[in-house]
T-cell receptor, first 112, second 113 residues
Framework: QQQVKQSPQSLIVQKGGISIINCAYE??????FPWYQQFPGKGPALLIA?????SEKKEGRFTISFNKSAKQFSLHIMDSQPGDSATYFC???????????FGPGTRLSVLP | DAGITQSPRHKVTETGTPVTLRCHQT?????MYWYRQDPGHGLRLIHYSYGVKDTDKGEVSDGYSVSRSKTEDFLLTLESATSSQTSVYFC????????????FGEGSWLTVV
């Protein structure tokens, strides 16, 4: 019940296309859902996050869509660029971040 | 930048030897974490600390110990390294002013041969 599932494992998108990564959870206690972006040789960096009281949050080309009833959330990258090529992790937490669970990651490659 | 420094950044060690990884933060936040990252497993919590001398186990704590004698430093020790502990280790902190998000260091690459 602590698990966060993430798909796809890898994704190849053409420059300018839309990248979509999906995550699902079981534990309804989760109340914070961040996404992290990781470049090779670097630590994961917070990209964008959402709480379950909203269905969508947008920051620039990055949007989180959240479906509370389905217990699913997704990351959409609009106008994908080669510089977006990285590994993306979804995560879920509750209890003010004391319990933090990560998905297994999605490796995104954006072709020029 | 959350002011996290990990050392060493890269290390090769032999099976059976002790190894200590250090995480240092500059802002004295209360919560600190050690994760390991392996292909197909994402990020898994090893141990975390919620204050000086206050630590607890995470999902994959076997074979690891931690210590926090100062707020700014969180040490991860492999008492007797094994090849299965070859991994990338990330330290993370949770900002006291933002209780929900954790921020990661740059990582320590450990190879046990």
């Amino acid at each position: 019940q602590q698990q966060v599932k993430q798909s796809p494992q890898s994704l190849i998108v053409q420059k300018g296309g839309i990248s979509i990564i999906n995550c699902a959870y079981e534990n309804t206690a989760f109340d914070y859902f961040p996404w992290y972006q990781q470049f090779p040789g670097k630590g994961p960096a917070l990209l964008i996050a959402i709480r379950p009281d909203v269905s969508e949050k947008k920051e620039g080309r990055f949007t989180i869509s959240f479906n509370k009833s389905a217990k699913q959330f997704s990351l959409h990258i609009m106008d994908s660029q080669p510089g977006d090529s990285a590994t993306y992790f979804c995560a879920a937490s509750y209890n003010y971040g004391q319990n933090f669970v990560f998905g297994p990651g999605t490796r995104l490659s954006v072709l020029p | 930048d959350a002011g996290i420094t990990q050392s060493p950044r890269h290390k090769v060690t032999e099976t059976g030897t002790p190894v200590t990884l250090r995480c240092h933060q500059t802002e004295n936040h209360r919560y600190m974490y050690w994760y390991r990252q392996d292909p197909g497993h994402g990020l898994r919590l090893i141990h975390y600390s919620y204050g000086v001398k206050d630590t607890d186990k995470g999902e994959v704590s076997d074979g690891y110990s931690v210590s926090r004698s100062k707020t700014e430093d969180f040490l991860l020790t492999l008492e007797s390294a094994t090849s299965s502990q070859t991994s990338v280790y990330f330290c993370a902190i949770r900002l006291d002013r933002d209780g929900n998000t954790i921020y990661f260091g740059e990582g320590s690459w450990l190879t046990v041969v």
